[in-house]
């Protein structure tokens, strides 16, 4: 079966980074675009970053020029990378594996900011 287990959240300090890590596992991960979504206590779960199959990437507005996306086709993996956090990126993370049918999730990794 399809497993989505992210890694690295915790709690850090405004201005500091953190790296996410999402290993998949059931699926020709390749062949699916990757992404991280968030969702704040009360608000909606919201696009962080994607990664497609054919190479292209693209931010949340909020988060263009702090966070990066990546891949390793070899090991199956996706990251994201956060520099300069904020106060307001706290949230629960979700790795998100899309292709045709409904998307795949993982459980979710608590990153927490203090000002």
């Known amino acids: 079966q399809v497993q989505l287990v992210e890694s690295g959240g915790g709690l850090v300090q405004a201005g500091g980074s953190l790296r996410l890590s999402c290993a998949a596992s059931g699926i020709i991960f390749s062949n699916y675009d990757m992404a991280w979504y968030r969702q704040a206590p009360g608000k909606q779960r919201e696009l962080v970053a994607r990664?497609?199959?054919?190479?292209?990437?693209n931010y949340a507005d909020s988060v263009k020029g702090r966070f990066t996306i990546s891949r390793d086709n070899a090991e199956r993996t996706v990251y994201l990378q956060m520099n300069s956090l904020k106060p307001e990126d706290t949230a629960v993370y979700y790795c998100?594996?899309?292709?045709?049918?409904?998307?795949?999730w993982g459980q979710g990794t608590q990153v927490t900011v203090s000002s």
């Open positions: 990664f497609r199959s054919g190479g292209s990437t």
């Open positions: 998100a594996a899309e292709r045709f049918g409904p998307t795949k």
